[in-house]
Structure formats: structure tokens, C-alpha cells
């Protein structure tokens, strides 16, 4: 086998293990609501940590990735965040959840930079375009920790063994993968933050983010509340189940679509299948036509990320690493204001009109990778 067919599938395995992880946090989500007895608002302001914390990790992550090889930072990151995971499992009190959730997304927000940073070093050595697999193994890997979520509360696990057991299981196949990962990928240039006139193509990418974060925050932290408590669904797993495996099955074609109707069409497209799935989830909030619904947002929410993230890999000014890192702190920002104003939304006015606030962020997208696009063009007529 190729060295750099080893490389794609040891990388692979850390985006499908971070996948799983994080699913097997975001669907247990309902049971920790439940265990602490919190109602929307409570929830929402808990889950504000989250992006609070990935703020601090973000400039941290940046310069780890400059200064030493992507693995690195990749292994001892996902290592802590499995760390955090198992706490979060055994935590007791209130204070403690919002401690273990803030270094639980640290470490992740760490880990995430290096795997993309990673990913366009690999995407560097193939012709085709593999970015979107790498990113559909993410979902994926959030699809089995889904199913595993649903069978163990079907089963009445309790949420501790759950994370436990999945903490260990990750841990050792890292360790495997972590030997077959790129090594000497540190950048020599392109790794200092710019101060002065914001780069117009940075900004951009990163608004696109900020508005995919939104959607897809929304959808982690909400789609099972929703089905539990606008479905009424005991199995409130099915919702997330939905979301993760439509997004997950079109990741794998999402370079091919990209091929074949371009950037401009995909952002379009993606924006109005968003749009569409919220609006059958919301309209008609039965089992199934919320299901379907859910899973139309996966599919319009799949080719974001990794068409975003692949063209900030191709910035003049930045290194792939820091490129990531800069329009990852819009991302951030989106999950900093998404999930909680649904959740105080949700607490005012129901969630079912909380989940119109991604309708209308999935429209923003469309003007704004207009522009981007626009722009791109522009500069390459000049």
C-alpha cells in the first residue's frame, strides 16, 4: 500500500473517531438535561461554555500546529478530550458539568485544527479532490456514536459507562492510527497573525462558517431535545440519528458535486435544502415528516465545512494551519450565539419557533458565497 493511501486512511480514522466522540456527547445531551433539571434557558446558557472555551483554545491551537508537527498537538488533544469525555460521565453537580464541558471543548477545538490542517497536507498529495471524505468520515463516525447513543438508552445504560466505554475504545485505535499520520508537515511560513486591513478572503470564508456553525450547533445540541419535547419521542436519539446520517452519506459525494455543478451552485443549493428541512421539521412536527426534515438539513449542511475549509487552504497570505485556524474563530463564534438563542428563544416563544433561526441563517448563505465568489473572480480578471 502507498504511503500516502496509509497516511489518508490513519487521518481518516482520527476524523471518524472524533466524530464518534463528540456524537456520543451531543446526543446524550437530553439525559443531562433531565439529570440536572434544567429547562431551555439553563441549558442554552450551560452550552455557552462551549464556544467560550474553544475561543482560548483557538489562538493555542494555531500555535501549536506553527510550531510543531500537526500529529502532535492531533494525539495529545484527542487524548485529553476522551479525558474530559469520561468526566463529564461522572460529574455530579452543576458547577462541575460547566467546568468539564469548558476543557472538553478546548481540547476539541485543538484536535479540529490539527485534523483539517492535517487534511490539506494529504489533499496536496492526490489529484482529486478527497477533502469531503475526510469530513464525511467525521460524520460518520458521529452516526455509529449516535446508534451506540440509541442502543445504550434503549438498554438503560447509564451516561457514565457510556462515555466511559467509548473513551477507551477510542483512545487504543488512536494510538494505532497516530503511527501512519504525516510527519515534518510544520510550515515555515504564513504562521504569524496579521494585524491591520482585514483580508477580504478570510472574512468571507469565515462568515460562511459563522453562518454553517449556526446551523449545525443548532442541530447537535437541539435535534434531540426537539424530539423529545416536541416530538414526544422516548427514543430522542432518532432526530440526531437522522441529521448525522444524511449529512455523513452526502459528505462522500460532496467533492463530486462540487466537480460537477461548482462552488457558486453548491453553496446555493446547500442554503435551500437547509432552509426546506427546517421547514417540514417545523410545519409539521410529527415522527417521520420531522425525520425526513432533519435529514434534509444534513444534506444541505455536508459540503460547507469542507468546501470552506479546502479553499481557506489556498490562501496567498496564511499557511493551511492558520488559514484554519482564523475562520475556525467564526465558527466558533457561531456556535457561541447559535445553540444558546435557540435555547432562549425555545424558552420564550416554544422551540419549534426557536428553529427558524436557522432558516434564516441558511438564507444568509447565499448572498455571502455570492460575494466571496464574486470577489475571487474579480481578482482573477485583474
Known amino acids: 500500500m502507498e504511503e500516502k493511501v496509509k497516511q489518508r486512511i490513519a487521518l481518516g480514522t482520527f476524523f471518524f473517531l472524533s466524530g464518534l466522540t463528540f456524537a456520543t456527547w451531543a446526543s446524550r445531551i437530553p439525559t443531562i438535561k433531565t439529570f440536572f433539571n434544567l429547562n431551555e434557558a439553563e441549558l442554552g446558557t450551560i452550552l455557552l461554555v462551549m464556544p467560550i472555551s474553544s475561543l482560548i483554545g483557538l489562538p493555542i491551537s494555531g500555535w501549536l500546529v506553527s510550531k510543531f508537527d500537526s500529529r502532535n498537538p492531533m494525539l495529545v488533544s484527542f487524548l485529553l478530550f476522551n479525558v474530559t469525555l469520561i468526566w463529564i460521565g461522572f460529574v455530579q453537580t452543576t458547577l462541575g458539568l460547566v467546568v468539564a464541558i469548558s476543557f472538553f471543548s478546548f481540547f476539541m477545538r485543538i484536535m479540529n485544527i490539527a485534523v483539517n490542517t492535517q487534511s490539506i497536507i494529504v489533499q496536496r498529495k492526490f489529484e482529486k479532490r478527497i477533502v469531503g471524505s475526510f469530513h464525511g468520515l467525521w460524520s460518520t463516525g458521529g452516526l455509529v456514536g449516535v446508534v451506540f447513543?440509541?442502543?445504550?438508552?434503549?438498554?438503560?445504560?447509564?451516561?457514565?459507562?457510556?462515555l466511559l466505554g467509548v473513551s477507551i475504545f477510542t483512545t487504543i485505535l488512536i494510538f494505532i492510527a497516530y503511527l501512519y499520520t504525516i510527519k515534518n508537515d510544520k510550515s515555515s511560513t504564513?504562521?504569524?497573525?496579521?494585524?491591520?486591513?482585514?483580508?477580504p478572503f478570510i472574512v468571507y470564508l469565515g462568515v460562511i462558517i459563522f453562518l454553517a456553525a449556526?446551523?449545525?450547533?443548532?442541530m447537535f445540541d437541539w435535534s434531540g431535545v426537539y424530539f423529545k419535547e416536541v416530538i414526544n419521542e422516548p427514543i430522542f436519539t432518532y432526530g440526531y440519528l437522522s441529521f448525522m446520517a444524511c449529512m455523513a452519506f452526502s459528505r462522500f459525494f460532496s467533492d463530486k458535486l462540487v466537480q460537477r455543478i461548482g462552488m457558486e451552485k453548491t453553496y446555493i443549493f446547500s442554503s435551500l435544502v437547509i432552509i426546506l428541512g427546517i421547514l417540514v421539521a417545523v410545519l409539521f412536527p410529527k415522527?417521520?415528516?420531522?425525520?425526513?426534515?432533519?435529514?434534509?438539513?444534513?444534506?444541505?449542511?455536508?459540503?460547507?465545512?469542507?468546501m470552506t475549509f479546502a479553499l481557506a487552504g489556498t490562501s496567498n497570505k496564511y499557511s493551511p494551519g492558520m488559514a484554519i485556524s482564523i475562520i475556525s474563530t467564526y465558527g466558533i463564534l457561531g456556535m457561541f450565539i447559535g445553540p444558546p438563542l435557540i435555547g432562549y428563544i425555545a424558552h420564550a416563544f416554544g422551540l419549534k419557533n426557536a428553529f427558524l433561526v436557522i432558516i434564516v441563517v441558511g438564507l444568509l448563505i447565499i448572498p455571502i458565497s455570492q460575494l466571496f465568489l464574486r470577489s475571487q473572480f474579480k481578482l482573477m480578471r485583474e
Open 214 to 218: 449556526i446551523c449545525e450547533g443548532g
Open 287 to 306: 415522527f417521520w415528516s420531522a425525520l425526513i426534515g432533519f435529514c434534509l438539513v444534513g444534506f444541505g449542511t455536508a459540503a460547507l465545512f469542507p
Open 149 to 162: 447513543s440509541t442502543l445504550m438508552v434503549q438498554m438503560n445504560i447509564g451516561i457514565a459507562n457510556h
Open 190 to 199: 504564513g504562521n504569524k497573525l496579521i494585524f491591520g486591513k482585514p483580508d
